[in-house]
């Protein structure tokens, strides 16, 4: 299983930016997804994460202008970030809680990671 993120890039304050994050391969099933982020010199923190069926947590610190979705049939996940702050900066990386079928075993899986800018 692969996760392959994309739609990171350099925004100004109060710009919006839509990451996206797929997962490839074969066998597996999907259970949670998430995105986290890492900025400069800090520990990787949680931002949003989202069951199966939809069911959503947020970080307080960007309740009300992100939003995580996601479509099982593409095995994707995204985050719509809206009124980006210059705090926001940092790498993003997605994560997904995945069953292998072939191995009977369940693992969570990394994207390679997305940088986002925001410029003040």
């Known amino acids: 299983v692969q996760l392959q993120a994309s739609g990171g890039g350099l925004v100004q304050t109060g710009g919006s930016l839509r990451l996206s994050c797929a997962a490839s391969g074969s066998g597996f099933i999907i259970n949670d997804m998430g995105w986290y982020r890492q900025a400069p010199g800090k520990q990787r923190e949680l931002v949003a994460t989202?069951?199966?069926?939809?069911?959503?947590n947020y970080a307080d610190s960007v309740k009300g202008r992100f939003t995580i979705s996601r479509d099982n049939a593409k095995n994707t996940v995204y985050l719509q970030m809206n009124s980006l702050k210059p705090e926001d900066t940092a790498v993003y990386y997605c994560?997904?809680?995945?069953?292998?079928?072939?191995?009977?075993?369940?693992?969570?899986?990394w994207g390679q990671g997305t940088l986002v800018t925001v410029s003040s």
């Open positions: 994560n997904a809680d995945v069953f292998v079928v072939t191995k009977l075993s369940s693992g969570h899986y």
């Open positions: 989202i069951t199966r069926s939809g069911s959503t």
